[in-house]
């Protein structure tokens, strides 16, 4: 059974934000968020995690709602080179890694 | 995908035919695994490895076997290939201990005719 729900695809504009949403509504305790994306071809590539408080890197932000039961990926300056796949995945820190990938989210970025 | 790397990166085998796809890191991680990503579908977790000598079935095992035999190679066999495992195989490796972050190599793509 899926624990994300992310919608199946979303465009957006070179030089804007991208806000992807993402469902957990049965998330636990002790799962955490992460995000990868796939840029077609390649291998997926990690993104972000997060447990329940907003994070930020180089790439992206995660925005955790205060119940956890979704959240949002934002990359802030979307560029050509982040159009790709991009995979919600909630995972409990004693899974040993294991990732479960749904469908996620076909993002288009277009100039 | 510098640190994982799988050979060979293209195969065509013919149903029953057997063969090995070879994944090797350089990165000194314990934990390796292996996907498969069907087309327009997500990965999905064939076997893992929590560490040298030790092996476990994920979610898609059937029809496949797996070696571990040192830190550095984590490698897949497919017995007697059957069209249904036409795929892009991934191999991973974890870079966080029992956390998600993980590393992918570049990818199988096989084709079983």
């Known amino acids: 059974d899926a624990k994300t729900t992310q919608p199946p695809s979303m465009d957006c504009a070179e030089g804007r934000a991208a806000n992807l949403p993402c469902n957990h509504s049965?998330?636990?305790?002790?799962?955490?968020v992460y995000w990868y994306r796939q840029i077609h071809s390649q291998g997926p590539q990690y993104i972000i995690h997060?447990?329940?408080n907003n994070e930020t890197n180089e790439m992206a932000s995660l925005i955790i709602t205060e119940d956890r039961k979704s959240s949002t990926l934002i990359l802030p300056h979307a560029t050509l080179r982040d159009t790709a796949v991009y995979y919600c995945?909630?995972?409990?820190?004693?899974?040993?890694?294991?990732?479960?990938f749904g469908a996620g989210t076909q993002v288009v970025v277009t100039p | 995908n510098a640190g994982v790397t799988q050979t060979p990166k293209f195969q065509v085998l013919k149903t029953g035919q057997s063969m090995t796809l070879q994944c090797a890191q350089d990165?000194?991680?314990?934990?390796m695994y292996w996907y498969r990503q069907d087309p327009g579908m997500g990965l999905r977790l064939i076997y893992y490895?929590?560490?040298?000598?030790?092996?476990d079935k994920g979610e898609v095992p059937n029809g496949y076997n797996v070696s571990r035999l040192n830190k550095r190679e984590f490698s897949l066999r497919l017995e007697s290939a059957a069209p249904s495992q036409t795929s892009v195989y991934f191999c991973?490796?974890?870079?966080?201990?029992?956390?998600?972050?993980?590393?992918f190599g570049p990818g199988t793509r096989l084709t079983v005719l």
């Open positions: 049965t998330i636990s305790g002790n799962e955490y």
């Open positions: 997060g447990l329940k």
């Open positions: 991973a490796i974890n870079t966080s201990g029992g956390q998600g972050t993980q590393y």
């Open positions: 490895s929590a560490s040298e000598g030790t092996t």
């Open positions: 990165m000194n991680h314990n934990s």
């Open positions: 995945i909630v995972k409990a820190t004693d899974s040993w890694g294991k990732l479960q």
